[in-house]
């Protein structure tokens, strides 16, 4: 069996301090919906790994996740960092503490590209004293800090709590894309890579 895939805690760290105190124009806010073109809750704002000092790093734990998955490149592919909304690259993610009445991640789905599927491997790096948990197809998945769960985005409809307390919620995010014709390999190996799987 493949060991569960773990992200050293001194980039866990360096990536809390990163979430504290960057405050480049590179993040997209739930209140930036023009950058999206979609309507995103407030509460919620990411960066995309190729616009941070963690882009080599990020780069070495994708390569990590596809020799653990063991399938060809025509099987699945990363989220291409040329690629853009509505695919998502690999990306740093924080759900914080937001008063207003539509905070967490909304729910959606993230569209198929050319009918490959659009999957996701997320890694919780800190996790908030309430609140945060991701909700798939309706049922909140329970994570702890240092777990990964997967989504298959484009298939299931997903969403996250609001955080409540000053603790954000902080997830590195891998965006992959799977030919339909391995679907189903491809779920059985991401079982074995990840602490919670979300088919």
């Given at each position: 069996?493949?060991?569960?895939?773990?992200?050293?805690?001194?980039?866990?760290?360096?990536?809390?301090?990163?979430?504290?105190?960057?405050?480049?124009?590179?993040?997209?806010?739930?209140?930036?919906?023009?950058?999206?073109?979609?309507v995103w809750?407030?509460?919620?704002?990411?960066?995309?790994?190729?616009?941070?000092?963690?882009?080599?790093?990020?780069?070495?734990?994708?390569?990590?996740?596809?020799?653990?998955?063991?399938?060809?490149?025509?099987?699945?592919?990363?989220?291409?960092?040329?690629?853009?909304?509505?695919?998502?690259?690999?990306?740093?993610?924080?759900?914080?503490?937001?008063?207003?009445?539509?905070?967490?991640?909304?729910?959606?789905?993230?569209?198929?590209?050319?009918?490959?599927?659009?999957?996701?491997?997320?890694?919780?790096?800190?996790?908030?004293?309430?609140?945060?948990?991701?909700?798939?197809?309706r049922?909140?998945?329970?994570?702890?800090?240092?777990?990964?769960?997967?989504?298959?985005?484009?298939?299931?409809?997903?969403?996250?709590?609001?955080?409540?307390?000053?603790?954000?919620?902080?997830?590195?995010?891998?965006?992959?894309?799977?030919?339909?014709?391995?679907?189903?390999?491809?779920k059985?190996?991401?079982?074995?890579?990840?602490?919670?799987?979300?088919?």
């Amino acid at each position: 069996m493949t060991d569960i895939i773990r992200i050293p805690s001194e980039l866990q760290q360096d990536i809390i301090d990163f979430c504290h105190e960057d405050n480049s124009d590179k993040w997209v806010h739930g209140f930036d919906a023009y950058k999206t073109n979609s309507v995103w809750n407030h509460g919620r704002k990411i960066i995309f790994c190729h616009d941070t000092k963690f882009y080599e790093q990020t780069k070495a734990i994708e390569q990590e996740y596809l020799n653990a998955i063991g399938l060809p490149s025509d099987a699945i592919i990363p989220v291409g960092e040329d690629d853009r909304h509505p695919y998502f690259p690999h990306f740093i993610g924080c759900i914080f503490k937001d008063n207003k009445k539509s905070s967490g991640i909304q729910t959606h789905t993230d569209p198929r590209k050319d009918d490959w599927y659009q999957m996701r491997i997320n890694y919780l790096i800190q996790k908030p004293v309430t609140g945060g948990e991701p909700i798939i197809n309706r049922s909140v998945i329970d994570i702890n800090e240092n777990q990964s769960w997967n989504v298959w985005a484009s298939e299931h409809k997903h969403s996250a709590l609001p955080v409540t307390e000053d603790k954000m919620r902080i997830t590195l995010s891998f965006g992959f894309y799977v030919n339909p014709t391995y679907v189903s390999e491809v779920k059985k190996r991401v079982c074995n890579i990840v602490d919670v799987s979300v088919n």
